[in-house]
């Protein structure tokens, strides 16, 4: 044969070979592989900046420590409501000052290769954790840079006084004042209650940074492995103490793309996938294998008047430019879809929201003829400003802001819209620089005082965090008085009544709040889309063969 | 050739210190701080905020901070990312070996393509295949990557399921990686079907990542392919009666590869940065992603020792680029 020949031959060899081995692959992947276990994919958007939650704020983060960890209490899957999680049960001084948990008992913390825990949980691990936030003498406080951004930015440090233990199964939190939103504290992401003993141990073999690094918690499933921007697996905690979890294994496979991530769950490489482009959801919505669930996200979109600032110093004024603002057309165009109309400062999802209050209507003659009556026949020159980044409520600020100017323009108010880089951006409008600034806010805690006392209290007004820079005796005592007060149906009364005296004051033009979807495949039954955003798979199962991962 | 080599070696110094001066200056010229990035709508009070600087060492001069940097850069600490904590070479080593893997796949592609069609296209000048390689490899150079990308895996994996979507390996094999390159770890972990499923996982991100490089090379090798075929010593091997295919082969290729092997090495710049998007696609697990998202968080250390080490790289490739051409061509290497 010529030399010719032979290369021919080589090369047909290699081409024939090649396509029947991708056929044969491809054979492979179809058929379904029958497995004893019951794994579930979800497709994440990122990969979490860490495993200790104590240190970090966003989401993605604690989507991949949340299967790790509990909380002394917990939010009801799906609700923002209060249930017990590693407390049984809470007791409240008359005075609001003194929180008594008592400690569910028999509570097995993890193991992993270079730890064993040789006792059960306990109030040890309860003021282990908290004290290293706390005291800056704690062995663990800087361990790892120690920054506990949650925890200071929840004001914790100056809330409470001291974290005791009474004995093995109570612990006490003494506050520096009343604050019924401590308790919703307690469920959030850095109240997590890590293992004391496996700190120790850490601490003994010299290398305290493993504490976190691998963590160990009591959640209902265990890290087994992380590789950077690929994948996150966990076991279930066949201890877990409020049963073993229905899916075997978890594995996070890191997306990043939402389109990828679309086309995963589609070829079955994933069950489950967070954040969605709005542009696939009708496709998604329509596909038999797969199922959409929706609900509104704990968050609002807002436009702050800078009440310090002439003309809107004039409540007149802030109600006409609410009034001038096509709030439909704006959720149309911007949300594409993925928004809902925000009339109260609070969206629907949290408890005491007052469904009573009236929105503005869409009403351009009757705005000018109230700026008239302020004093503005002819309008007035302003500002907008529009932020540069995508956030969950306002995913297009720019846009936004191009409408509500097209809409002042036709009652005689021009705006110029302004931006800065997001940092910035954030510096100078806390500072005040603004005359109208676009925001927004994710809640915390699920509590009404995370949103109002926060954005709107006289307290925000002084260091920043109102945009509107907006402080209203009335409204203020109303939170103040809610903050001291731990009974329910009387905090939701003084809530109720302050969300009416916000519509009347008008500060913000309230915008949006954003729907979040989560597409997943039929075979998973038992998710719930929770309220704070975040992607948990306790109680989540899947029904027939499914083995994606190819 | 020692000469040529210390030569050689001795211009990476200046390079160094430019690069790690204007990535440090670069970074400094980005409005943004990490810290107010970090608390986002939430805030966070003055003291708190001049505490969290000083312990980053942000709130020193500039030039004091760059040398504190340039100090311990040459002591081999890059430092550690402020939002993993963790040290910036150790995240480096972890993800690097997967972007290498990539790239080597991706020129191996191109080259496999590339070189055959482009002396096809040299050799059959102005006939339908010569214009055929060079209008596909014209829309090769085109396709914008991230385009490219979402378009195969819609026909390959989603369509017709040949290939898997994105990723490195399937998810049912899981074993803790030894070198960091899949291929190998695959094969050194036993499992069977570990290396089939990562050689079927490589395939769409080195088909998009080595299509530019595929296209460069096909055109460069058919301009330097024609060049040399016009030569005096081509017509005398033809005009002695040599087999075509040795002509072209041994006589003509030899010489038209130089030209042909800068480009290469060139590509391998184009490669890095090709690697950004293509890792974001395929949720590749390199250091593309890494740098957009230390970008993103203005984490100032990842970012300053990535693209350090990143320019090291380059810079060695080109250097080896270098020294392949006395092996090419002895009259280069005798010459110095």
Same mark, same amino acid.
Request: glycine content about 8%; hydrophobic content about 45%; aromatic content about 10%.
């Given at each position: ?43 994440s958007e990122g990969s979490p900046e860490g495993f200790n939650p104590t240190f970090y704020t966003a989401g993605t983060t604690f989507d991949a420590t949340r299967p790790i960890f509990n909380r002394l209490v917990e939010f009801e899957h799906?609700?923002t409501?209060i249930v017990p999680g590693l407390a049984?049960?809470w ?8 929180y008594t948990f008592?400690l569910r008992?028999?509570v097995k913390f993890h193991s992993n290769?270079s730890f064993?825990p040789?006792r059960d949980f306990n109030a040890e691990d309860v003021v282990w954790s908290f004290e290293r936030q706390l005291k800056a003498d704690h062995p663990f406080h800087k361990v790892s840079g120690g920054t506990y951004e949650y925890f200071q930015g929840m004001d914790m440090p100056n809330l409470l006084k001291a974290v005791e233990k ?5 612990v006490r939190f003494v506050l520096n004042?009343?604050e019924?939103p401590f308790l919703a504290n307690m469920a959030m992401e850095f109240a997590v209650i890590m293992s004391a003993e496996h700190g120790q141990a850490m601490l003994t073999a010299g290398t305290p940074e493993q504490a976190d690094l691998t963590p160990v918690g009591t959640g209902p499933f265990q890290l087994v492995d992380y590789?950077k921007d690929?994948?996150i697996r966990y076991?279930?905690n066949?201890?877990y103490w409020a ?7 978890l594995?996070f496979?890191i ?19 967070p ?23 704990l ?93 969950p ?48 806010w994710t809640g915390d805690n699920g509590d009404?005082d995370n949103?109002?006392?926060v ?10 965090t ?64 929770d309220p704070f955003g975040y992607h948990i798979f306790y ?12 | ?32 701080d990490p810290i107010e990035l970090l608390v986002g709508e939430r805030g966070i009070d003055p003291a708190r905020h001049a505490r969290l600087r000083a312990e980053l060492?942000l ?20 430092g550690k990312s402020i939002v993993t904590r963790r040290p910036?070479?150790d995240e ?123 296209? @460069? ?8 392919? +024609?060049?040399? /075929?016009?030569?005096?010593? %081509? !017509?005398? *091997? #033809? ?54 998202d230390s970008?993103g968080r203005r984490d100032?250390p990842s ?10 790289? @380059? ?8 020294? +392949?051409?006395? /092996?090419?061509?002895?009259? %280069? !290497?005798? *010459? #110095?």
């Open positions: 044969m010529s030399r010719n020949g032979i290369i021919a031959l080589v090369v047909a060899v290699i081409v024939v070979g090649g396509g029947y081995w991708i056929w044969t692959e491809r054979a492979e992947q179809v058929a379904p592989v029958a497995v004893a276990t019951k794994t579930l994919v979800y497709c799906g609700t409501k049984e049960s007791e409240v001084s008359d005075d609001g000052l003194i008592r008992k028999g290769a064993t040789t009474v004995d093995d199964y109570t004042q009343p019924a590789q690929a994948t076991k279930a066949p201890d049963g073993k979890a229905a899916i075997d294994d594995v496979a997306t990043v793309d939402p389109s990828v991530r679309y086309a995963k769950l589609k070829a079955g490489e994933c069950h489950v996938m954040y969605p482009n709005p542009a696939d959801i009708a496709a998604m919505q329509t596909d038999p294998d797969l199922q959409v669930l929706e609900q509104e996200g968050n609002v979109g807002y436009l702050a008047f800078n009440t310090e600032k002439e003309p809107f110093t004039k409540k007149e004024v802030r109600q006409a430019l609410n009034m001038a603002i096509n709030k439909d057309a704006i959720i149309e165009a911007v949300f594409q879809g993925a928004g809902k109309a925000a009339k109260n400062p609070i969206p629907p999802t949290i408890w005491s929201y007052n469904d009573a209050v009236t929105d503005y209507p869409y009403d351009p003659d009757k705005a000018m003829k109230m700026l008239a009556d302020a004093g503005y026949p002819s309008g007035f020159e302003t500002d907008i400003w529009a932020m540069p980044v995508q956030r409520y306002n995913p297009n600020a720019q846009r936004m802001a191009e409408l509500i100017q097209a809409d002042w323009e036709k009652v005689g108010v021009k705006a110029t819209i302004v931006s800065f880089e997001w940092g910035e951006y954030l510096k100078r409008s806390k500072d005040g620089e603004h005359q109208t600034v676009l925001l927004g009404p949103f109002l006392y954005l709107l209290g006289c307290a925000a007004a002084n260091d920043g109102n945009r509107a820079r907006w402080c209203y005796q009335p409204f203020d005592d109303l939170l103040v008085q809610a903050k001291r007060t731990a009974d329910m149906a009387q905090r939701t009364a003084l809530y109720e009544q302050a969300q009416v005296i916000f519509k009347e004051e008008a500060p913000w033009v309230t915008i949006a709040h954003s729907v979040v979807f989560v597409p997943m495949r039929k075979e998973v039954v038992g998710y719930k889309v109680g989540v199962d899947l029904t027939s063969e499914s083995a994606p991962g190819s | 050739m020692l000469r040529f080599l210390l030569t050689k070696v001795s211009l990476l110094i200046p390079t160094f210190f430019g690069v790690t001066l204007l990535t440090f200056a670069m970074i400094r010229l980005i409005p943004g060492g709130d020193r001069p500039i030039l004091e901070q760059y040398g504190i940097y340039i100090a311990d850069v040459l002591q081999g600490d890059l910036v070479l480096f080593l972890t993800l690097f070996p997967a972007t290498i893997e990539l790239s080597l796949c991706a020129i191996l592609f191109a080259l496999v393509i590339g070189l055959p069609v482009g002396i096809l296209a040299g050799v059959r000048r102005g006939t339908v295949w010569d214009h055929s390689v060079m209008g596909v490899s014209l829309t090769g150079y085109s396709m914008p990557i991230f385009w490219w990308g979402l378009l195969l895996i819609l026909l390959f994996s989603v369509n017709l399921q040949w290939t898997p979507v994105s990723g490195r390996i399937s998810l049912v094999y899981f074993f803790e990686p030894v070198t960091g390159f899949m291929l190998i770890d695959s094969l050194l972990s036993g499992q069977p079907g570990a290396f089939k499923s990562t050689a079927r996982h490589l395939i769409l991100p080195a088909l998009v990542l080595g299509t530019i490089p595929l296209a @460069v090379i096909a055109r460069m090798t058919r301009s330097a392919m +024609l060049e040399v /075929l016009g030569e005096d010593y %081509i !017509r005398t *091997a #033809r005009a002695k009666g040599l087999p075509p295919l040795r002509v072209i082969g041994l006589h003509a290729l030899r010489n038209a590869l130089i030209p042909v092997v800068t480009v290469i090495g060139l590509q391998v710049g184009v490669l890095l940065g090709g690697a950004i998007l293509t890792e974001t696609i395929f949720s590749w697990p390199g250091i593309g992603k890494w740098l957009i970008i100032y970012l300053q020792g990535g693209i350090l080490l990143v320019a090291m790289v @380059v810079m060695t490739v080109n250097l080896i680029v270098d020294l +392949l051409y006395g /092996l090419i061509n002895p009259r %280069i !290497r005798r *010459a #110095r």
